[in-house]
């Protein structure tokens, strides 16, 4: 599986529209209300971008425009997108990560095989971190989580209603959609999964293989065979 595949996957995957388009027309006579709107639209278009920086999401996310009651939407909205984008940002990241793409290489092979030490803590440690960003995400997405951000701000029942109107899309996410993410981070770990199986073949086999440029060469047929078999379901991920 291609590292672009995989990092597509989970961009594709994370699509968390922030308000609804014809929101601005409908707050448009409250200035505090489009304030927030126009704050939450620009989180929507940095978020949107292929290699947003965190750093500029952080400025959003770290001010609030609004006065009066309504700052305690901004706030609980902000407080929310920065949850769920930096969980987004931190996979994205670990995916982007060029290691990730080097474990099943000559290179990697000749530089730490035959114990594949530092292969097997990375490998690991990846698959850990990206499950715990998978559940860490799937528990954002859910409605009672999204609703506490505001409850934890206020009781107003008019901030409340307009919260919930503006992250109505996020609070409304489809179970299909939760399962869809979850499949995409899954089909990573399943491709950890089967590198770590090869590392291990490795590792059972040490001595009847040797690098010879840039391959692996086995001294057995049954050991060509059982190694292209790993290639194969990493191939058809």
Do not use: H
Request: glycine fraction near 4%; proline fraction near 0%; charged fraction near 30%.
């Amino acid at each position: 599986m291609k590292k672009e595949a995989k990092i597509a996957i989970i961009v594709g995957a994370i699509v968390l529209a922030l308000i609804l388009v014809g929101g601005y027309l409908f707050f448009k006579d409250n200035k505090e209300k489009i304030k927030i709107v126009e704050e939450f639209q620009k989180i929507e278009t940095l978020t949107n971008q292929e290699n947003f920086k965190k750093e500029e999401l952080d400025e959003i996310t770290n001010r609030t425009l609004a006065t009066g009651k309504y700052a305690s939407v901004e706030k609980a909205g902000k407080k929310y997108a920065n949850d769920i984008f930096s969980t987004a940002y931190e996979l994205k990241t670990l995916l982007e990560d060029e290691k990730m793409s080097q474990v099943l290489t000559a290179s990697n092979y000749q530089e730490d095989g035959p114990e594949f030490v530092e292969t097997k803590k990375y490998l690991s440690e990846t698959k850990q971190k990206l499950e715990a960003g998978k559940a860490q995400m799937l528990a954002c997405v859910e409605e009672d989580k999204i609703n506490s951000y505001i409850t934890n701000e206020t009781t107003d029942e008019a901030c409340i209603a307009l919260y919930k109107q503006l992250l109505s899309e996020d609070i409304n996410m489809s179970e299909a959609e939760k399962n869809e993410l979850a499949t995409s981070i899954d089909k990573v770990v399943s491709m950890l999964d089967i590198e770590m199986e090869v590392i291990d073949f490795l590792i059972a086999n040490k001595g009847k293989w040797q690098i010879e440029g840039e391959q692996v060469s086995f001294y057995s047929n049954s050991l060509v065979q059982q190694y292209n078999g790993f290639l194969t379901r990493l191939r058809i991920l």
